[in-house]
């Protein structure tokens, strides 16, 4: 018969299915705060840059007390630069810190610093979140999809939200490019920790060496 396409995603998950919320020490709730740490992480991921760094980065911001928009704009450009710098965010630091920086006013001005108001505004529309989100600075398409993908586990009008870097990984893997389908092979596996899963093999030609070996 050949292949076992369950197994190689079941595999996949089993070894790679941390979202990058959890790997950044968010604990992702329907919660102002944790909301706007995956803003942030969005933000980072976004960039043409590893995603260890983009985590390691979220982090250190974290660490320096910047977990919320109030204390982002309040904190000193520099103060922002300093902790991506701790993170090893080098390369797109000085505009990052301005553009985290504006967010956070975006956020508190708008919809007064709780990203659950943006949700209420685009009133369960998935397009309209998407679109709302990349009104701030920095977040495109690509952060906003990685933002929806993770926030789906606790915005479910969003799931399943397998977006064209997961659909990457899969054509990758050699599997149907197909959310359906993805999902059943997933069988009950949260969609959000199958886009994760689906990602890291998108960006890591080993992950998907390594699932595919195993499944063999």
Do not use: C, N
């Not at 995603?51 to 922002?80: C, F, I, T």
């Not at 504006?102 to 708008?110: D, F, P, Y």
Request: charged share 30%.
């Amino acid at each position: 018969m050949g292949r076992d396409d369950r197994r190689i995603v079941g595999d996949l998950v089993g070894a790679h299915g941390q979202t990058y919320a959890d790997e950044a020490g968010i604990r992702l709730k329907d919660t102002p705060q944790p909301l706007y740490r995956l803003l942030v992480l969005a933000h980072l991921l976004s960039a043409r840059i590893s995603a260890s760094v983009a985590v390691a980065a979220a982090r250190a911001l974290s660490e320096a007390g910047l977990r919320d928009p109030r204390r982002m704009a309040g904190a000193e450009w520099q103060e922002r630069v300093d902790a991506l710098g701790r993170g090893g965010y080098r390369r797109y630091d000085e505009r990052t810190a301005t553009q985290l920086g504006e967010g956070a006013e975006l956020l508190t001005e708008r919809w007064g610093g709780d990203l659950r108001k943006l949700r209420d505004e685009a009133d369960g529309d998935v397009s309209q979140e998407r679109r709302l989100l990349q009104e701030f600075p920095g977040v495109g398409p690509t952060g906003a999809d990685i933002f929806l993908r993770e926030a789906q586990l606790v915005w479910p009008e969003a799931a399943p939200y397998l977006d064209r870097k997961a659909l990457q990984g899969a054509r990758r893997l050699g599997l149907p490019d197909d959310a359906d389908r993805l999902l059943s092979l997933a069988g009950k596996t949260e969609p959000a920790v199958l886009a994760a899963a689906l990602v890291r093999a998108a960006v890591d030609k080993d992950v998907a060496e390594d699932a595919l070996h195993h499944a063999a």
